[in-house]
T-cell receptor, first 109, second 113 residues
Framework: EDKVVQSPLSLVVHEGDTVTLNCSYE??????LLWYKQEKKAPTFLFML????IEKKSGRLSSILDKKELFSILNITATQTGDSAVYLC?????????FGAGTILRVKS | DGGITQSPKYLFRKEGQNVTLSCEQN?????MYWYRQDPGQGLRLIYY???????QKGDIAEGYSVSREKKESFPLTVTSAQKNPTAFYLC????????????FGSGTRLTVV
């Protein structure tokens, strides 16, 4: 059965900390892995990863994919309270996108 | 501005009633999707459509129905056969040959009363 597993399920840190969120997957016909941030309603797109070992960066966020070990990490450095959200990992295979349960991140000031 | 519009934002339904959730996009995207999100769970795929007049069941299609008569529109009907319909419903779309992430609507929260 195809699945996507995220860890940890929830995390509380202080402003300025660095966090690493994990996503492992088991799917056939892998096409891409995507990260989204969900604050209240619509998930907003962060990264799409298709190739192993190539880090993608956007400000304080970065992500990398390991297609051999079937996992991805999302790093957030110098966290801010505005980073508090649910972070969703999703894997695209065939014409479908399957999501993990998400990691709830809370950044305390 | 281009985007996806879901309506209504909040919907209350009595048990035994069918309700239809609207999803409209002006992005000229070929593919559209419906997801359901429950507390503590990720998004689960209900139905998806790659082209007009064609759609496929996702992982949890039982109790739901869809139509795709126009490229811009992909309404979802929650029927009385859906045993636990209270949830947050998200619609998404993407271009036919996707090299970018999916675009999501702002969701409809359905509550059965």
């Amino acid at each position: 059965e195809d699945k996507v597993v995220q860890s940890p399920l929830s995390l509380v840190v202080h402003e300025g900390d660095t966090v690493t969120l994990n996503c492992s997957y088991e799917v056939t016909n892998f096409r891409s892995l995507l990260w989204y941030k969900q604050e209240k309603k619509a998930p907003t797109f962060l990264f799409m990863l298709t190739s192993s070992g190539i880090e993608k960066k956007s400000g304080r966020l970065s992500s990398i994919l390991d297609k051999k070990e079937l996992f991805s990490i999302l790093n957030i450095t110098a966290t801010q309270t505005g980073d508090s959200a649910v972070y969703l990992c999703a894997v695209e295979y065939g014409n479908k996108l399957v999501f993990g349960a998400g990691t709830i991140l809370r950044v305390k000031s | 501005d281009g985007g996806i519009t879901q309506s209504p934002k909040y919907l209350f339904r009595k048990e035994g009633q069918n309700v239809t959730l609207s999803c409209e996009q002006n992005l000229n995207h070929d593919a559209m999707y419906w997801y359901r999100q429950d507390p503590g769970q990720g998004l689960r795929l209900i139905y998806y459509s790659q082209i007009v007049n064609d759609f496929q069941k996702g992982d949890i299609a039982e109790g739901y129905s869809v139509s795709r008569e126009k490229k811009e529109s992909f309404p979802l009907t929650v029927t009385s056969a859906q045993k636990n319909p209270t949830a947050f419903y998200l619609c998404a779309s993407r271009p036919g040959q996707a090299i970018y992430g999916y675009t999501f609507g702002s969701g409809t929260r359905l509550t059965v009363v």
